[in-house]
């Protein structure tokens, strides 16, 4: 028997958290949650998870930051994150900013696996 995935749920809305949780228990994938970004963090420190779903947006620190602190700890989180976003639109900034972070990484990457060829 196969390990089923295992997915962190960050947000800071209750509702919103607790829907994802259900919904995502309900078709087999074994959920923790976290109440923000710090807690979150708490979480990947003390456990596997294969995926994080995490708000954009926190009350104090938000998914970007939650972004960067795990994949400072944890490398092979790279590309295990899904930013969501209960607000209307996002800052472009926020944006801009982590899909220029994400080319960066995505290219040293590259990098890394040519030179090992």
């Not at 092979?76 to 472009?92: C, D, M, Q, Y």
């Not at 982590?98 to 590259?110: A, E, G, H, M, Y």
Request: charged share 30%.
């Amino acid at each position: 028997m196969s390990k089923a995935t295992s997915i962190l749920v960050v947000d800071d809305n209750p509702a919103l958290r607790e829907t994802i949780a259900r919904s995502l228990t309900r078709r087999g994938y074994q959920v923790a949650i976290a109440v923000d970004a710090v807690e979150g963090l708490e979480r990947l420190q003390g456990a596997v998870f294969d995926v994080v779903i995490t708000d954009l947006q926190g009350r104090e620190r938000g998914g970007l930051w939650l972004w960067r602190k795990a994949l400072e700890a944890r490398p092979e989180l790279t590309g295990r994150f899904v930013l969501i976003s209960s607000e209307a639109r996002p800052e472009a900034h926020d944006m801009t900013l982590f899909i220029d972070l994400c080319r960066r990484r995505s290219r040293r990457s590259s990098t890394a696996i040519k030179r090992k060829r």
